[in-house]
């Protein structure tokens, strides 16, 4: 199976700025134009994560708890990345 960090990697590493961790419940924060992945041992962990500002250009309500074990904890509303250059934030999905 190999680890969380791996199948992590295997699921968003071509996309993501970077993954950090390696806990089963990961935290999706796809905020300023770029994903960043936070890997938490715990739910309470990733609660904690989910609520924390990632960065200058953070909006909170758009972090993403995923259980790497198959379970979606809780959903945020979906959006499309783009590079920083084209856009100062992500932009909601269509």
Same mark, same amino acid.
């Given at each position: 199976?190999g680890?969380? &960090?791996?199948?992590?990697?295997?699921?968003?590493? /071509?996309?993501? /700025?970077?993954?950090?961790?390696? !806990? &089963?419940?990961?935290? #999706?924060?796809?905020?300023? !134009?770029? #994903?960043?992945?936070?890997?938490c /041992?715990?739910?309470i962990?990733?609660?904690? +994560?989910?609520?924390?500002?990632? !960065?200058?250009?953070? +909006?909170?309500?758009?972090?993403?708890? /995923?259980? #790497?074990? !198959?379970?979606?904890?809780? +959903?945020?509303?979906?959006?499309? #990345?783009?590079?920083?250059?084209?856009?100062? +934030?992500?932009?909601?999905?269509?």
């Amino acid at each position: 199976m190999g680890t969380w &960090q791996d199948k992590a990697n295997r699921e968003w590493g /071509t996309t993501a /700025t970077w993954i950090k961790g390696d !806990g &089963q419940y990961a935290v #999706l924060h796809p905020c300023g !134009g770029e #994903l960043t992945v936070t890997l938490c /041992t715990t739910p309470i962990e990733a609660k904690a +994560a989910k609520s924390s500002k990632c !960065g200058g250009r953070c +909006a909170v309500s758009r972090h993403t708890v /995923t259980d #790497l074990g !198959g379970t979606v904890l809780e +959903a945020a509303q979906a959006v499309v #990345l783009t590079q920083p250059e084209q856009s100062k +934030a992500a932009l909601p999905a269509i």
